[in-house]
């Protein structure tokens, strides 16, 4: 556990992601060591106030008694994955953990469907990015940031999803359950 336990904290506290289903081995190790030692490593980083959480093939950090501003930038960076999922799902509605596309195809599907072109826009609007080509590499510069989708292959430009991504997917379920909740008879 100790030998692994720099690397996970480097990673997960900035909010990124370990996904079972990484092609990449060290992430995959790293994850396999959390998951075989789960408890000692919560107990390890609860002494530093982070909480270890568990996902669908995922962990992650979260922390508790956040202030006010922490929970305002959490709905700023949710905000902007919600657009980023209704944008991804436009583009194909089986986007999920496992999905495999090639960056030359979601570009080549912005420039056929007006619904897709006009989401794209309004994802980086306000960073200036203009080209579909500029829109689709801010897109997939974030999701590896993230550890939600990997390059597989660098010839083709091929990504996969990776299990992290359920994140998104979980947190945008959970809203729309409440909703449908509240919704009087």
């Known amino acids: 556990m100790r030998n692994n336990t720099q690397r996970i904290y480097e990673r997960l506290s900035r909010g990124e992601f370990l996904s079972v289903d990484s092609t990449d081995t060290s992430i995959r190790h790293l994850y396999e060591d959390i998951e075989e030692n789960m408890e000692d490593y919560t107990d390890y980083f609860k002494e530093i106030g982070l909480q270890l959480e568990c996902g669908n093939g995922f962990f992650y950090f979260s922390r508790k008694g956040e202030s006010k501003q922490t929970i305002e930038q959490k709905l700023e960076s949710f905000s902007k994955w919600l657009d980023y999922l209704d944008f991804l799902k436009c583009y ?52 590896q940031n993230m550890g939600f989708a990997e390059c597989i292959s660098e010839q083709d430009e091929t990504y996969k ?12 379920e959970i809203i729309q359950i409440v909703n449908e909740d509240e919704v009087p008879e």
């Open 92 to 143: 194909n509605q089986s986007f999920t953990a496992g999905y495999q596309f090639r960056k030359s195809h979601l570009i080549e599907q912005i420039s056929l469907d007006i619904e897709l072109k006009e989401k794209a826009n309004h994802l980086f609007k306000k960073y200036g990015a203009g080209s579909n080509i500029e829109i689709v590499n801010k897109l997939l510069q974030e999701m």
């Open 161 to 172: 999803i990776t299990s992290a991504f359920r994140y998104v997917e979980e947190l945008v």
